[in-house]
């Protein structure tokens, strides 16, 4: 196959590329051979703008087989063990909609968005024909919610629950995810824990735990 990984940063996406055969780097792009596949990682940066833009043009001009969007997340579910993969399902910008005093109304809430037009399955971005990736199946199918702030505050956090009931959030999935359906490539949002969602609080993260974990399961989708 021919394959697109897209990453926000090199580090989530280290432990895959060591396995490379003949890495080549191009701009945001580091291309290798692992195993029969040849496979692109594009690096994006971190949100949901570069990773629209970027994921789109390379879209556009690869012919790839697959997607895989490869990186760390934080977990609402305190069910998901820390670290551990979870393949994300479906997805949704938490934060696209308009604030009508305390209460906050989602595009298809307003009627600016029909809930179901594509890519929209039910006001979500939904993955419903992932790939038949080694391993894929077998990681816990979840709930996300994309953001440009990640959560930090009791009350913001109380409300998202209320709102969306997430599993996990990130700052590029839906992105991703609504950028392969529109250009009709088979993909999978595929992260690993690193912390809960809490009150910031950098030393009970396991970020380390996190990328070598997703390193792992990132060579199993891939056949290795």
């Known amino acids: 196959m021919r394959v697109l990984v897209v990453a926000a940063t090199r580090a989530e996406v280290a432990p895959l590329i060591s396995h490379f055969a003949n890495p080549i780097a191009h701009n945001r792009v580091l291309s290798g051979v692992y195993g029969p596949h040849k496979i692109d990682v594009l690096l994006t940066g971190v949100g949901m703008v570069a990773t629209a833009v970027w994921a789109t043009r390379a879209l556009a001009i690869g012919g790839y087989d697959v997607a895989l969007n490869l990186g760390v997340c934080g977990s609402f579910n305190v069910s998901l063990p820390s670290p551990g ?47 038949p990736l080694p391993g894929l199946a077998e990681l816990p ?78 060579l199993t989708l891939l056949g290795g």
Request: overall charge negative; hydrophobic content about 45%.
């Open 141 to 218: 199918a979840v709930a996300g919610i994309t953001v440009n702030t990640v959560h930090g505050h009791e009350p913001s956090i109380a409300e998202v629950r209320a709102r969306y009931a997430p599993d996990v959030e990130s700052m590029e999935g839906a992105a991703f995810m609504y950028a392969c359906l529109v250009a009709g490539v088979r993909f999978a949002q595929v992260r690993t824990v690193s912390n809960r969602v809490e009150r910031r609080n950098r030393g009970a993260w396991d970020l380390t735990g996190a990328v070598d974990e997703l390193g792992r399961v990132a």
């Open 85 to 131: 993969a979870v393949h994300v399902t479906s997805d949704v910008m938490s934060e696209l909609g308009v604030e009508d005093g305390p209460a906050f109304l989602t595009m298809q809430q307003i009627g600016l968005l029909p809930t179901d037009e594509f890519p929209w399955t039910g006001g979500r971005i939904v993955n419903l024909e992932p790939p």
